[in-house]
């Protein structure tokens, strides 16, 4: 219900932007967050947006290069990746909650499969 797309392979320094789209679970406007997953460690947060678009945020690690944004009204998110480095190479998952605390993996009930970032040195 949640597909994500845009990932690749790009040297350090590079960009990408990663899309979000939902299907099927129309009914609301869910807040949405980002997620990542390096080789052999957990998954952690990057960034989220709530439902209005307002007040986005991000881990340390990506804030000033990442940047989160949303279509208004509709339950597709973006993630622009500036100024990547080898160490954002990663699983990157969208997902979607109905709660408010943002940063909290376990909050979120509906996932997507992930797309792969890959940044070479």
């Known amino acids: 219900q949640l597909a994500e797309s845009g990932g690749g392979l790009v040297q350090d320094g590079g960009s990408l932007r990663l899309t979000c789209v939902m299907s099927?679970?129309?009914?609301?406007?869910?807040?949405m967050g980002w997620f990542r997953q390096a080789p052999g460690r957990a998954r952690e947060f990057v960034a989220a947006?709530?439902?209005?678009?307002?007040?986005?945020f991000y881990s340390d690690s990506v804030k000033g290069r990442f940047t989160v944004s949303r279509t208004p009204n509709e339950n597709t998110a973006f993630l622009q990746l500036d100024n990547l480095k080898p160490a954002d190479t990663a699983l990157y998952y969208c997902?979607?909650?109905?709660?408010?605390?943002?940063?909290?993996?376990?909050?979120?009930?509906?996932w997507g499969q992930g797309t792969q970032v890959t940044v070479s040195s």
């Open positions: 947006i709530n439902w209005s678009g307002q007040a986005p």
């Open positions: 997902a979607a909650t109905a709660k408010y605390r943002l940063r909290v993996q376990e909050e979120y009930t509906i």
């Open positions: 099927g679970r129309t009914d609301r406007i869910w807040n």
